[in-house]
C-alpha cells in the first residue's frame, strides 16, 4: 500500500464524515463514496471530485482502506454485513476504520466477521467535533490488531491530530466511552457554575476569564463559557448524539459494574433538554434548566 496513491472508500458523509473524506481526497487518494442520502454524495463528489456509488459493497470494491461514519449500531451493521454492505464487496487484506461512536458490543461482533473473510478491522471513534473534523485535527482513539493499525494510521493522520491505538478491537469504542463520561460532568459543572455567578451579581464572562487561569481550567470552559453565557447552542455535537453515546455509556456500565452516577444523572437532564424541543442544540445547552 504505497502512501501516494491509495483507493480508498467513505460511507457517511454527515457532518463529520464529509469534511473527514474531503481530506484524503485533498491529500491525493482516489476516493469513491457512498451516503444513505445519494444528493449529499453528489455533492461532495462536485466538490472533491472522486466518484459515488449506489451501496456499501460497490464503494468498497477494489479499495484498499474503507472508512465509515455513520449513525449507530444498526447503521453500522447495515452497511458492513447488510444485503450490500462493505464487506462483501472488500478483497482480502483491505481494512475496515469504523469512524462511528458505537458499542464495544458491535465492534467485536464486526472485528471477528472481518477477521473469517480475511479483512483488517479498526474500531476508530474521534472526539472533535464537526471544527476538529472540518480542520483536519481530530482526536482518533483505536482498537484492532498492531499490524493493521500501521497500515491505516499515516492515512487516518489526513485528519486526525492524535490518533492512538488503545488496545484490541472494542478499545477505541471504550477509550470514547470515557470521553463522553467527562464530557457530561464538565458541561453540567460549567452550566452550574454559570447560572451560580449569575445569580450571584457577577460579571460572569470575567469570572471565568479569571479561573481559567488555574486547576477549573477545561476544554468546554474555553470554547463554550462564552457562548453558553450568550445562550447560542449551535455548535455541532447535538443533545440527540450525546444522549446516544450515554446510552452506550450506561448500557456498558450495567455490563461491566461500572458505577457513573453523574454520566446517569445527566444523560437525564439531556432528556429534559429534549422534551423542550432541543434535541439539535449542543451539548452545552444544559444551562437552560438552571435558567429558569
Not at 49 to 66: F, L, M, N, Q, Y
Not at 163 to 190: E, F, R, S, Y
Not at 253 to 267: E, F, K, Q, S, Y
Request: net charge negative.
Amino acid at each position: 500500500m504505497s502512501m501516494e496513491k491509495m483507493r480508498l472508500a467513505f460511507i457517511g458523509l454527515g457532518v463529520m464524515g464529509g469534511p473527514m473524506a474531503g481530506h484524503l481526497a485533498e491529500a491525493g487518494h482516489r476516493v469513491t463514496v457512498y451516503n444513505r442520502t445519494g444528493a449529499r454524495a453528489r455533492a461532495w463528489v462536485e466538490r472533491y471530485g472522486g466518484e459515488t456509488k449506489s451501496t456499501p459493497s460497490e464503494a468498497a470494491d477494489d479499495a484498499d482502506i474503507v472508512f465509515a461514519c455513520v449513525g449507530n449500531d444498526e447503521d453500522l451493521r447495515q452497511v458492513t454485513i447488510g444485503d450490500e454492505g462493505a464487506f462483501a464487496g472488500m478483497k482480502q487484506g483491505a481494512i475496515f476504520v469504523d469512524h462511528t461512536t458505537a458499542s464495544a458490543e458491535i465492534a467485536c461482533t464486526l472485528a471477528a466477521e472481518a477477521a473469517q473473510r480475511g479483512l483488517g478491522w479498526l474500531d476508530a471513534p474521534v472526539s472533535g467535533g464537526q471544527a476538529g473534523a472540518e480542520k483536519g485535527i481530530l482526536t482518533v482513539m483505536v482498537g484492532g490488531e498492531e499490524a493493521t493499525f500501521a497500515k491505516a494510521e499515516p492515512v487516518i493522520r489526513h485528519y486526525g491530530r492524535a490518533v492512538t491505538l488503545m488496545g484490541p478491537p472494542g478499545a477505541g469504542q471504550l477509550t470514547k466511552m470515557v470521553n463522553q463520561i467527562c464530557i457530561a460532568g464538565l458541561v453540567q459543572a460549567l452550566s452550574e457554575a454559570i447560572a451560580f455567578g449569575e445569580h450571584a451579581g457577577l460579571d460572569v464572562e470575567k469570572a471565568l476569564s479569571v479561573i481559567s487561569k488555574g486547576a477549573a481550567q477545561s476544554w468546554q470552559m474555553e470554547n463554550r463559557g462564552a457562548t453558553m453565557i450568550e445562550g447560542r447552542f449551535d455548535f455541532g455535537f447535538a443533545v440527540d448524539w450525546m444522549r446516544k453515546d450515554l446510552s452506550i455509556v450506561l448500557e456498558e456500565a450495567r455490563r461491566n459494574g461500572a458505577r457513573v452516577p453523574v454520566a446517569a444523572l445527566v444523560d437525564q437532564f439531556y432528556a429534559s433538554i429534549q422534551a423542550r424541543g432541543g434535541n439539535r442544540w449542543d451539548t452545552s445547552s444544559l444551562i437552560m434548566l438552571l435558567r429558569d
